[in-house]
């Protein structure tokens, strides 16, 4: 099984924790699989790993067919879809579960501790053992 860490905005991740956004959508394709890790930092002003979820599937779909059937577990109004989705044909979906909200936040400056040369990823990393976060991750 793989870990990796992935960049949501605070709203987006509020809708996960509270189990309504059941899909995070990303406009490029994901090299994840069912099973894996997903920790999930909440960018600023929270700026921290704020919750741990479990991939449920990872699969790339026209993007009219994502909205029409997969817009309830989004929290996104169409046009806010619209505007991500930039005319792209394509979009990867990442169903999660088994969300978990962290007890004690990991934040930036405490990762940045670990490794001076963290900085939030754009799109997703993966998290390998040989890196610095990994065994803090674990024991969470």
Same mark, same amino acid.
């Given at each position: 099984m793989t870990a990796a860490l992935? /960049?949501?905005?605070?709203?987006h991740v509020k809708? #996960?924790?509270?189990?309504c956004k059941t899909i995070e959508l990303r406009s490029r394709t994901v090299r994840l699989n069912e099973g894996d890790t997903l920790w999930i930092y909440s960018t600023k002003p929270t700026g921290? #790993? !704020?919750? !741990?979820?479990? #991939?449920d599937f990872v699969f790339a779909q026209n993007s009219e /067919? #994502?909205?029409k059937n997969y817009s309830d577990n989004l929290c996104i109004s169409r046009s806010e879809y619209l505007d991500y989705c930039d005319d792209r044909s394509v979009?990867?979906?990442i169903g999660l579960k088994n969300v978990r909200k962290i007890q004690s936040l990991l934040t930036l400056e405490q990762i940045r501790d670990l490794d001076s040369e963290f900085t939030p990823p754009q799109f997703y990393s993966k998290i390998t053992p040989d890196k610095k976060i990994y065994h803090t991750l674990e024991n969470l």
């Open positions: 992935i /960049s949501i905005h605070p709203r809708n #996960i924790i509270d189990g921290a #790993i !704020v919750a !741990v979820a479990t #991939i /067919s #994502i909205w979009m990867t979906l």
